[in-house]
């Protein structure tokens, strides 16, 4: 089975722009986390999409949206950047159920 | 209180070495229990799941769970070069909730 895919994989922007990652889990998985990866922070929960819907929310501003198609392909969407928000956005994917997740390799966002 | 700690090192051993990595929880209401490798300019990768206390083995991996401790910890045995990575707990309420990470382990394994 291909594993979960993330594009772009490095993507440069000035602040005030807006972003959007996209991601593809892992066939038949129905469950997309997102997560922010910082040197300083660790990972930081951003959401998770169940069967299209939000299930989870962590504490991020409303800037962070994000949402899931029907096929559980996800997109995040980052609006009105901010040098902060420079970061590695990893997506996970998981059946939804008792399992652990599996991660891409990530989108590595530069804000200038 | 953070509701997950792990010590950041670095951590560093010689090739052969047991290693022992540890993370530690305040909320008692935790059910699962994960732990993750991460190479430099990767995602995380799933290492070990386990639900109950007590000590689930995989290959050179042990994960042992503590729950009236609220400790987990990550042995390898037989420690490799190629064991070098960084190191992710990670727990979870239930099956429909997130999974909370510590911040990760630093582990260098020197031939």
């Known amino acids: 089975k291909a594993g979960v895919t993330q594009t772009p994989r490095y993507l440069i922007k000035t602040r005030g722009q807006q972003v959007t990652l996209s991601c593809s889990p892992i066939?038949?998985?129905?469950?997309v986390s997102w997560y922010q990866q910082t040197p300083g922070q660790g990972l930081q929960f951003l959401f998770e999409y169940f069967s299209e819907t939000q299930r989870n929310k962590g504490n991020f501003p409303g800037r962070f949206s994000g949402r899931q198609f029907s096929n559980s392909r996800s997109e995040m969407n980052v609006s009105t950047l901010e040098l902060g928000d420079s970061a590695l956005y990893l997506c996970?994917?998981?059946?939804?159920?008792?399992?652990?997740?599996?991660f891409g390799p990530g989108t590595r966002l530069t804000v200038l | 209180q953070k509701e997950v700690e792990q010590d950041p090192g670095p951590l560093s051993v010689p090739e052969g070495a047991i290693v022992s990595l540890n993370c530690t929880y305040s909320?008692?209401?935790?059910?699962?229990f994960m732990w993750y490798r991460q190479y430099s300019r990767k995602g995380p990768e799933l290492l070990m799941y386990t639900y109950s206390s007590g000590n689930k083995e995989d290959g050179r991996f042990t994960a042992q769970v503590d729950k009236s401790s609220k400790y987990i910890s990550l042995f390898i045995r037989d420690s490799q070069p190629s064991d070098s990575a960084t190191y992710l707990c990670?727990?979870?309420?239930?099956?429909?909730?997130?999974?909370?990470f510590g911040t990760g382990t630093s582990l260098t394994v020197i031939p």
């Open positions: 909320n008692s209401a935790f059910q699962y």
């Open positions: 996970a994917s998981s059946l939804g159920g008792a399992t652990g997740e599996h």
């Open positions: 066939s038949g998985h129905r469950s």
């Open positions: 990670a727990f979870r309420l239930n099956t429909g909730n997130q999974f909370y």
